[in-house]
């Protein structure tokens, strides 16, 4: 195999917004990428507030003047940028959320990933998940997902356009609500008629028949790693799957309540990986390594 020249490629300057940043691991995975295809580059982390417009505005500008070459988002800005974008892709318009950014043709574009990378791993974690548009709308294909901002935009719509039933566990139901606004409008397939909302405490919530629970919020990141998004008290449903979108720790509180009551559960780490593999190949034209991103974290490729 021709070995391959760095110096014929241009310099990849990669970076990740949000805040806060505490603990990501997205620098290691992207500059292993880099390095496995022999590429030019770096990653960079740049926390800015929500509340911080000029912080947001100069980001951009860098964005759009090439500075940066591609830009990762993370919570709480996966919905506030949609506005300044200048175009969304077909994906990223249906959820609502990017996670994505790269300047195309001129245009400042933002892209989700999230969704395919939440689906690749979730079937890779747990095989014994209905797979496919079959049985769709069965009590086997019950999704319950808590919390209602730019992941749970993207789990959501990535649940239903894979036949599930859905039922949002949300503290503001009106973030809920707008998660089903948002795929009506956007014309998404399927329609959003598998979707529900409920309180986030559950307490009207009978859960006997959910076959898979994802968490979609933060509770359980370190630093607070003693919170949990269920319930204290209250039994898991009986040979559900749990899902932590929560990475790091690498064993959240929910995953391990739930590895407790004889579950099988898993964080998102996976996910992670998955996620920024896509956003990878948007950002440098070339086929994620898989399996050196994946090592990255410590973890074996697919």
């Known amino acids: 195999m021709k070995p391959i020249d760095s110096r014929s490629k241009p310099a990849f300057h990669l970076g990740l917004t949000g805040y806060p940043l505490d603990g990501s691991f997205s620098p290691q995975i992207h500059c292993a990428g880099l390095r496995a295809c022999g590429l030019d580059g770096d990653f960079a982390l740049f ?116 036949g599930w039933c859905v039922t949002i566990a949300a503290r503001r139901h009106d973030q809920a609500d707008e998660i089903g606004r948002s795929l009506q409008h956007a014309n998404s397939r399927p329609p959003t008629v598998g979707l529900r909302i409920v309180d986030f405490e559950l307490s009207d919530f009978h859960a006997s028949g959910v076959s898979l629970i994802v968490n979609a919020t933060p509770l359980g990141m370190a630093p607070r790693t003693g919170a949990c998004p269920w319930p204290e008290g209250r039994p898991f449903p009986a040979h559900a799957a749990v899902y932590d979108l929560v990475y790091n720790p690498r064993e959240t509180r929910l995953v391990r309540r739930a590895r407790e009551a004889g579950l099988e559960a898993a964080t998102g780490i996976g996910m992670l990986v998955e996620q920024a593999a896509l956003a990878f190949e948007l950002w440098t034209g070339e086929s994620a390594p898989r399996e050196a991103m994946f090592a990255a974290v410590g973890l074996r490729g697919p």
Do not use: W
């Open 47 to 162: 926390p800015v507030a929500p509340e911080d417009s000029r912080g947001l505005d100069a980001l951009l500008a860098r964005l759009r003047s090439g500075e940066v070459a591609g830009l990762g988002v993370t919570m709480p800005h996966k919905e506030l940028l949609i506005p300044v974008l200048d175009v969304l892709s077909p994906e990223a318009q249906r959820i609502g959320a990017v996670n994505a950014l790269c300047l195309q043709d001129g245009q400042l574009t933002g892209f989700n990933t999230d969704a395919q990378g939440f689906m690749a791993d979730l079937r890779r974690s747990f095989a014994g998940l209905p797979n496919g548009q079959q049985g769709a709308g069965s009590s086997e294909k019950t999704a319950l997902v808590l919390g209602a901002g730019g992941s749970a935009r993207a789990v959501v719509y990535a649940l239903l356009s894979d």
